[in-house]
């Protein structure tokens, strides 16, 4: 009586009809099948329910009922939940579950519970925690396990299984003599956090919505008009108060104005303000994120997993910015989620799934690729250069630069350039010699303009060639310049550079001494690898080779 008196006394205070939500409980307890069980669950609901019907809740309760009965006191909630009420909702007793929902079962059920008769006489945990969500921000669901040691049938097993739970809802689970000393020392107090009530509550966990610092109760605050000297400077304070909580915007900042200054002209206007907020699903799973306080590792991670799905964050560097939240918000559409740029702890395992699922699938590509090609480079090194003539052998390193008989046509080849220097004519041989001392495209260039029919003419052109790529010259040359670049900027430390080579080298690459020192040889890997997965080939990792060879790893980026 006196909650309704205050309230209808706020409202006519601004003229018009009152406002207030209302605290409102479901309390429900079966005593558990389980003879072993001690447990008295329908006397711990009693418990509960009279300690949130004294700290002001509108309680609804009952204890050892059958389904019929559960359905109906669960359409009275929903009948008589308010846009604005705090939801608690108690469900104690036994629990059974499939792969993919649980239950709520009822009291001695008549026949044996089996996947195909459990959702007659049984309550589907998921049609509670929707329930639940039309209070979001204001909605706790517990769950008293006390027996769960049920002989079921096939398909169900004893015991809650992995709840989806919605935004803006908080689950509590444990026994129920452990939820109810949560409920009498933290949940009947106003001004405390779900967060904040089950830090001292060892034997409870706790899921889904629990951000830091936002009570789950409001304050009741009754203050009497009372004559002041400085009425003055009280308007000012609560005027400031006001400007402040406006430019903060937030459900702490709206709920601290309501709470100091309940007689204020601005009241109504908060209290609009937070039931906007609290139903704002940006914000909501913005706090859902919050309160999972991921590190910087974990945040790297989600990075990678994104990169690995085809989702570009625009960097890995544990921080998740505007690149990264578009990468998420792309993500949650093409899963037909809400795109709302922050991810739930049910969505971080479901992206670490698909991440690991994609990594299995390149794994796989990459191996069935990698036989192909080496079958083409056996074959094509059948046709040209396994007959050991020259030009075959050139013809096939043009071909394969990094292939299977690349070290074997080189080594070939610079038997030839020895026989041919024995045997070139002494201006012909010198002039090749100054060539190579200088090495350069401009030395091998002079030696052809002096020698077009030399003996060297064709190992000078392919030096060339290698020579104006390395410098940037030309469309390669160009290319392997930006990837050197590309690589450059990702400031790669030893450890991931032997990180790398360990890794090309497990797969068969051969990148030679896992040194941190990327020589040709290990150029050479880079571009087998490259070539494998179907990437651009360059010689030189970028963010998304990186991700795609060391896929599960922890990797360091810069120092």
Known sequence: MRKASVAILMGLAFGAGPIWAEDRSFITGNDPADPVSTVAVASEVFRISRALGAAGFTTLDGSNLGADALRGRLDQVLRELGPTDTLVILLAGDFAHSDRQTWYLPPNPADPLTLANIGASAINLATVLDIAALAPGRALVMLGTDGNRLSLGRGIAAGLGDLEIPQGVAVVQGGTADLSRFVQSGLTTRGQSLAQMLRGARDLTGSGYLP???????????????????????????????????KAGTIAAYQAFVQTYPASPNYRTAMTELTRLRNDPMLLAQQAEEALNLSRDQRRAIQRQLTLLGFDTRGIDGILGRGS???????????????????????LDRLAAAADRRAAELEAEAAAR???????????????GAGGDEDGLRTYLRQYPDGLYADIATNRLAAFDL???????????????QAEQTN??????????QFPKGAFVAEAQT????????????DRGEARAAAQAAEDALGL?????RLIEQRLASLGFDPGTADGIFDEKTRR???????ARGQEVTGYVNQTAIVALLAGAVIGIGN
């Open 370 to 384: 990698q036989a192909q090609l080496d079958v083409e480079d056996r074959s094509f090194w059948s046709r040209s």
């Open 493 to 497: 430390n030893s450890l991931t550079r």
């Open 419 to 433: 026989a041919r220097q024995n045997q070139a004519a002494a201006a012909d041989r010198a002039a090749w010699q």
């Open 440 to 449: 350069t495209s401009d030395s091998y260039g002079t030696y052809l303009n």
């Open 463 to 474: 030096r060339i060639d290698a020579a104006q790529e390395a410098d940037g010259v030309g």
């Open 212 to 246: 830091q610092g936002i009570a789950f109760r409001d304050m009741l605050t009754v203050t009497t008009p009372t004559k002041t000297v400085d009425a003055e400077k009280g308007r000012a304070e609560e005027a400031a108060a006001w400007a402040a909580a406006q």
């Open 325 to 347: 939240r578009a990468a998420i918000t792309a993500w949650q559409k093409a899963q037909r989620a809400p795109a709302t740029g922050y991810l739930s702890a049910l969505e």
């Open 525 to 531: 890997a880079i571009r087998r690898f490259q070539k």
